[in-house]
């Protein structure tokens, strides 16, 4: 299913070739594409990878406690199981597509003709990223994001499912792009 090009979209030449973006689509895009096709002479740093996913659900302003039992990768992970289990949080996502954007300021989800931002995750605000296959047998994959606020009283996990792990984890690899190029410039 070709996605119908977009007029003052940057990143065409990602999103017209391949409805889901494959692994090799991601690693090539974040050099070459996008930074020719936004027709800015960008430095590579100011990317934006583009991924199109599912939102399952979030479980905002966990408190201080709760929060800290959430460090680990498999914390998050059965958390959210047992969250599914009690009904707090679907097992699937609703149909609709989202474009999950990831760049060095974090991550942003808008509706897929993009003229509707459903969240924003600054960069600094992300805490712990994980993706994991969901379980239900169909190959899809999860995506969990622990945030916090500025005051890091609270957290909150946001739940968004991928077409595939491997599109999962180009997304974490992505991510973990972008805060090394911050930790890099913060040194220099």
């Known amino acids: 299913d070709a996605v119908p090009e977009k007029s003052g ?13 494959s692994r ?3 690693v090539a895009s974040l050099d070459t594409d996008s930074t020719k096709s936004s027709g ?17 659900g979030a479980i905002e302003k966990l408190n ?12 998050l992970i059965n958390y959210i199981d047992v969250a599914q289990q009690d009904g707090k949080l679907p097992f699937v996502p609703g149909e609709e597509e989202f474009i999950m954007g990831v760049s060095k300021y974090g991550i942003k989800v808008s509706t897929s ?9 600054a960069l600094y ?3 712990r990223m994980v993706c994991y296959d969901d379980g239900l ?16 009283e609270e957290c909150s996990l946001w739940v968004y499912q991928c077409n595939s792990l491997e ?10 792009t972008a805060f090394d190029s911050v930790l890099m410039s913060e040194k220099s």
Do not use: M, W
């Open 9 to 21: 979209h940057n990143f065409k030449s990602v999103d017209s070739s391949l409805g889901g973006l």
């Open 24 to 26: 090799s689509s991601t």
């Open 40 to 56: 800015q002479s960008n430095s590579n740093s100011d990317t934006c990878a583009e991924f199109r996913v599912k939102y399952v």
């Open 64 to 75: 201080y406690n709760e929060s800290k039992s959430l460090e680990g990768p498999l914390d």
């Open 113 to 121: 003709d993009q003229y509707d931002v459903l969240h924003r995750h």
């Open 125 to 127: 605000l992300i805490v």
């Open 137 to 152: 047998g169909a190959g899809k994959s999860l995506l969990a994001l622990k945030t916090t606020d500025a005051a890091s």
């Open 167 to 176: 599109q999962a984890q180009a997304i974490c690899k992505v991510l973990s």
